[in-house]
């Protein structure tokens, strides 16, 4: 003999509440056969509901057992429950539990989503099930737009949506009025006729007199069992194990999880504002994240540009061991015989010393401070600056120690009217009179313009006759044409070393001063980026604050959508998709908003343009994409774990 449909075993269901344990059910047996139409009767609190509850797999029992189609229960996973409730039970309650914002169709097609079955089958039988229920012109009504007796053929139509076997059918009638209730026992009828197992809770017993069976309950004990028909049904019953499983695995994964993100997508946008205020910080933070990481980039393009325009081959010799050594300025080794030295190898094309001082400068009754530098007649050709009017001075004019002079356009423009021609005029170096011989066309420096006033004058007039130093700064190499850069540096420190017995000079070379600069402006860059991911962070919490609010907020939705067999992973999936759009719409805001500052930012700072990589942006998406999962996950987390019996119980 098959098992019967639904056993119960001395089922007890206890609730901890305050020092006494109360038990709501206590040893009850109870066996269910299909096809039955069973009613529940007895007075308010004597545990109806929590029986109801027990057979729909939405709550377990503290003790004893109970078996479905001769299954045990009580060692199934939430998940395999989520299934039972699924495919097998239909709930119907007294205040209908509808879903508000969802019209007719789409509410009763909630198990059908969960259950997998395809968008077109599952909208062609909802509307196939509503139709028959008569509410084929209610289709797109809302409950808000229903009357009770609709909602509640909506919720029938939610429950025969997986097939729904046993109807579990909690005080259906209770808050309709006499005629829509008359109706509902009517189609409840019907659907037994049909071959439905129909256990139906009542007080009324008029309704339970519809009932084949009538079973009676006290103080959380079964105290009548009567029988009115003999159970001759039972073959007409379908029995559970009939019933399709499952849809297509993907398809069906996708079809939920295309559900999942409407629903947090109407979530969203039916709280718009807060929404906007939640994605604020997501905002803020992916923009200064992505322009500080931009303004790096274009900062260290430009130092880059800068020292590629001053050519890449020079080499520049100094005292010392490297930049700001503090006894360099006691070395005195860098002397006019190196500077022979280093002429007379092949791989040089040009070479220069350089020696500085800062002198007042005079022409009439102008007076201006100025950087003065002592070089020879290649420091143009090495330094790549051009001549604007006259000429550079001669390696003639250096060997005879001329006062002769170049200075530079902010000179020119100092000391001279436009109208004026500098070349020919004699102006007072300190006291020493000199001869302008060239103006120099303007360059761009590499940090920006500067506005110093810059005067060359033959090194050896400068040792001799200005400042009286007899050994250079610096010596500036231009490595010739088509020879190594690292190699005519090695060639240099060798011969150097041999001239000075030792290493107390360092050359740098501007690829090495990229480098430098390269390693710097990354860090830096890395250093503020990483202050602004706390921003980023802190946007995140606040994700996870509204996160949260949503789902205390949608308690009792996440008890419905449990009840019509929503797995844990479902609600979980909603809540984390959620998260997750806020998050990445957040962050497209954000980089539209970064690309809004790159747009204005060039009005106002000449120098440094903004340089969006790719890299910033996919990485910025990546971070929202993450903050969301990270910070969603607890509110998911918590939504998913509800109890389903207390989640419908709040509102
Ligand atoms: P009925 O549906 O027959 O009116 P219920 O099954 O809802 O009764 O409740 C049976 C008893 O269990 C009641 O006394 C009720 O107070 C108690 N009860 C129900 N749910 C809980 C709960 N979550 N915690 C504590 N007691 C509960
Ligand atoms: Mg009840």
Not at 227 to 255: F, H, K, N
Not at 294 to 303: E, F, H, R, V
Not at 578 to 589: D, H, I, M, R, Y
Request: proline share 3%.
């Amino acid at each position: 003999m098959n098992p019967p449909l639904l056993e119960l075993r001395g089922v007890a269901r206890i609730y901890q509440t305050g020092d006494e344990p109360f038990r709501a059910l206590d040893d009850v047996d109870l066996r269910i056969d299909a096809g039955e139409m069973v009613a529940i009767i007895g007075p308010s609190g004597s545990g109806k509901s929590t029986l109801m509850n027990i057979l729909g797999c939405l709550d377990h029992a503290s003790a004893g057992e109970y078996l479905i189609a001769g299954q045990v229960t009580s060692d199934l996973e939430s998940q395999d429950l989520a299934r039972m409730r699924r495919t097998h039970f239909g709930f119907i309650f007294q205040r209908y539990h509808l879903l508000p914002h969802l019209d007719a169709v789409q509410n009763s097609e909630i198990p059908a989503i969960y259950a997998g079955l395809k968008k077109s089958e599952r909208k062609a039988r909802a509307i196939r099930l509503l139709a028959r229920l008569g509410l084929g012109d209610r289709l797109g009504h809302r409950p808000g737009q229903l009357s009770g007796g609709q909602q509640q053929r909506v919720s029938i139509s939610r429950a025969l949506m997986n097939g729904g076997q046993v109807i579990l059918a909690d005080e259906p009638t209770g808050a309709l009025d006499s005629k829509s209730g008359e109706e509902m026992l009517a189609l409840l009828g019907e659907l037994h006729q049909q071959g439905q197992t129909i256990i139906l809770v009542t007080h009324d017993p008029e309704v339970a007199a519809h009932a084949g069976r009538i079973i009676e309950m006290r103080d959380g004990r079964i105290i009548r069992d009567q029988r009115r028909q003999p159970s001759g049904r039972v073959a007409a019953g379908r029995a559970i194990g009939d019933e399709a499983a499952d849809g297509s695995r993907l398809g069906a994964a996708l079809g939920r999880s295309s559900e999942a993100f409407r629903m947090a997508w109407f979530a969203m946008s039916s709280h718009r504002l807060r929404t906007l205020l939640t994605m604020l910080g997501i905002i803020i933070g992916i923009t200064a994240v992505v322009c500080v990481v931009a303004l790096g980039q274009g900062a260290q393009q430009k130092i880059v540009d800068d020292i590629n325009a001053m050519g890449t081959n020079v080499i520049t010799i100094a005292p010392g061991q490297g930049w700001g050594d503090t006894r360099a300025a006691t070395i005195h080794t860098l002397v006019p015989s190196d500077l022979d030295a280093l002429k007379a190898q092949g791989y040089i094309d040009s070479v220069t010393p350089s020696l500085t001082t800062s002198k007042l400068l005079r022409y009439r009754n102008i007076t201006a401070s100025a950087s003065i530098t002592g070089v020879s007649e290649g420091y143009f050709r090495v330094r790549g600056l051009d001549i604007d009017r006259g000429g550079f001075f001669t390696a003639a004019e250096v060997r005879q120690l001329a006062q002769v002079v170049v200075i530079d356009p902010n000179t020119a423009a100092k000391l001279f009217s436009a109208a004026e021609d500098p070349v020919g005029k004699v102006v007072l170096l300190g006291g020493l009179p000199c001869r302008v011989v060239g103006v120099t066309k303007e360059k761009d420096s590499p940090f920006g313009n500067n506005q110093n006033l810059n005067v060359w004058l033959p090194y050896t007039s400068a040792m001799g006759r200005l400042i009286g130093q007899p050994y250079f700064n610096s010596i500036t190499v231009r490595v010739a044409e088509g020879f190594d850069n690292e190699q005519a540096e090695k060639n240099i420190t060798e011969l150097l070393i041999r001239r000075h017995g030792g290493a107390d000079f360092y050359t740098s070379s501007s690829d090495t001063i990229l480098k430098t600069v390269n390693e710097t402006t990354t860090t830096m860059t890395l250093l503020i980026a990483s202050i602004a991911v706390i921003s980023l962070i802190v946007g995140g919490i606040g994700v996870m604050n509204i996160m949260l609010v949503s789902v205390t907020e949608r308690t009792h939705e996440i008890g419905i959508r449990m009840a019509v067999g929503a797995r844990q992973g479902d609600i979980m999936q909603q809540f984390l998709i959620e998260a997750v759009l806020v998050c990445l719409l957040g962050g497209a805001c954000g980089i539209l908003l970064s690309y809004a500052v790159g747009w204005v930012f060039p009005l106002f700072v000449s120098s440094i343009r903004m340089k969006f990589s790719l890299l910033s942006i996919v990485s910025a998406v990546i971070c929202s994409t993450l903050i969301g999962v990270v910070f969603g996950f607890l509110p998911a987390r918590n939504a998913a774990r509800l109890d389903p019996v207390d989640a419908l119980a709040r509102d």
